[in-house]
C-alpha cells in the first residue's frame, strides 16, 4: 500500500482507516497510539475527514431535515448546556482579587451611597456567568463572552444590589459588572432593569475609585435600557479607573450629569476585597 | 444547529437502527459539537468537515457499544454508482473532492466503502453481504479511504480552498 511517499507506516494508515470507518478495539487503540507517538507529523484526523467528506458527498443526495419536535427538544437542550455553561465557565474563571487591593473597614467609598438608599441590599460578590441574550448586539456579546471566557489576571465580576431609591425595581432584578483595572474595560448586565424613555431620563454608570475622592466618582456615561429584558452595556469611562471599588447606576437626566444628586439610584454593586 | 441540523440528523439516520436511537445520536452530537467549538480551526476544514468528524465519531462509538446492525444490505444498495445522484454544485469543496476521488476507486472499494461509510456496515457485514473474503473488504475500505485521504490533502497542500468553504 502505498502511502505516497510519505514517511508514515502502511499499518498506521490501516488503523487510521479502520478507526474512522468502524473505530478499533482496545489492542488496535493501543497500537494506533503507540505508531501516533512515534509519528507525531501525522494528521490524527485525516482520515475522519475523508470518511466525513465522502459521507457528506454521499448524503447530498438523500439530505432529511431534521424532524421539527427533534429540533424544538434540541433548542431548549441547548439553552440550558449554554446556561450550565456559562455558570461552569464562570466558576473555572474565578475572578483573581489583588490582594494589594484590600479596603479597609472604615474607608467604604461609597458607603454614603449605600446609607442614602431607602432600601439597602448589599452587593455580594457572586461569581456567575451568562451567554450574553439575543438581544444584544452581536459585537457586545461576543466582546462580553471573549472577556469572560479568557479573564484577565485582575478580572472582578459583582453581582448587582437592587437599591431602587427613586426608581422601582421589579423582584427578580438581576445582572452583574466584569471589570479590569489594568485593562480599563468591563461590561455591566442587566436583566429586568426598567426600561427607560431617553427623552425623558438616561441611566448614567459611576465607578468608585479608591484612588480618588469619594465624592468624585468617575463617570462611566450614559446607557438606555431597551425592552429586550437583558442587556449588556460595555463600559467607557471618561478617565481612567485605577482602582475600582463600586459602580452604581443611577438615573439622570439626558444625557447625563458631571454631578449627580444621587436622588435615584438604581443599583449599585460593591468590589468586595480579598482580605 | 439550523445549518447542520439536517446532515447531522441523514448521517444518524443512516448509521441507527431506529428513529429514537436516532434522535438520541443527533442529541450527543450536538452536545459534543458545543463542547469541541472552540477546537474548530477554519484553516484545517470547513466547518461541515467538523461537524460531520464529530458526528461520525459519536456515530461510531455509539455502533460500538450496541448490538450492531444486522439488517441486511442489498446489493442494488451496493452496486457502484449508485444513489450517486448527487448535486455536485450543491457540495462544499471537501465533499466534491472526496467524491472526485471516490469516482477514481475501483468498482469494489466503492461498493465497499459506500456500504462501511454510507450504511455503517461493519467490514464484517460487508463482507457477508458482498460475499468477499474478510481481508479483501479491509483491503478495499482501507485502500479506497486512503486514496480519498491523499487527494484532499494534496488539493489542500495545493490551496484548492479546501478549508475556506462550507
Known sequence: ?275 | MSEYGGLVWSLAKRMCRTHADAEDAVQDIFVSIWRSADRFDPNVGSEATFVAVIARRKLIDRLRAQTRRSDTVTLTEAAPGAELTVDRSELGEEARIALEAFDELTDDQQRVLRLAVHHGCTHEQIAQTLEMPLGTVKTHSRRGLIKIRETLKQRKANGSGVGTEV
Open chain 1, 1 to 275: 500500500m502505498s502511502n505516497a511517499g510519505r514517511d508514515i507506516p502502511d499499518r498506521l494508515l490501516e488503523l487510521l482507516a479502520d478507526q474512522a470507518l468502524e473505530g478499533l478495539g482496545d489492542a488496535e487503540t493501543r497500537e494506533l497510539e503507540t505508531l501516533l507517538r512515534q509519528h507525531p507529523q501525522v494528521e490524527i484526523d485525516s482520515c475522519f475527514e475523508a470518511v466525513a467528506a465522502l459521507d457528506m458527498a454521499l448524503v447530498a443526495g438523500d439530505r432529511e431535515p431534521m424532524p421539527e419536535a427533534l429540533a424544538a427538544r434540541l433548542t431548549a437542550r441547548a439553552d440550558e448546556w449554554i446556561a450550565a455553561e456559562g455558570r461552569s465557565a464562570a466558576s473555572k474563571s474565578r475572578p483573581v482579587i489583588k490582594s494589594d487591593r484590600r479596603i479597609e473597614g472604615p474607608r467604604l467609598w461609597w458607603a454614603p451611597w449605600l446609607v442614602a438608599a431607602a432600601s439597602l441590599a448589599v452587593a455580594s460578590v457572586v461569581w456567575f456567568g451568562r451567554t450574553p441574550s439575543p438581544g444584544a448586539p452581536a459585537s457586545i456579546e461576543n466582546q462580553f463572552a471573549r472577556f469572560v471566557a479568557e479573564p484577565p489576571a485582575d478580572f472582578v465580576q459583582v453581582a448587582w444590589g437592587a437599591i431602587g431609591k427613586g426608581i422601582a425595581l421589579p423582584d427578580d432584578f438581576t445582572g452583574e459588572v466584569v471589570w479590569s483595572d489594568a485593562l480599563n474595560e468591563g461590561y455591566m448586565v442587566f436583566d429586568g432593569l426598567p426600561q427607560n424613555d431617553p427623552t425623558v431620563e438616561q441611566y448614567q454608570l459611576w465607578v468608585f475609585d479608591s484612588t480618588r475622592p469619594e465624592a468624585t466618582p468617575v463617570d462611566g456615561g450614559v446607557f438606555d435600557i431597551d425592552a429586550s429584558g437583558r442587556v449588556i452595556v460595555p463600559i467607557t469611562t471618561k478617565i481612567p479607573v485605577r482602582d475600582a471599588a463600586a459602580f452604581a447606576v443611577t438615573v439622570e437626566t439626558p444625557g447625563g450629569v458631571v454631578v449627580s444628586t444621587r436622588d435615584r439610584i438604581a443599583t449599585l454593586a460593591a468590589v468586595e476585597k480579598a482580605s
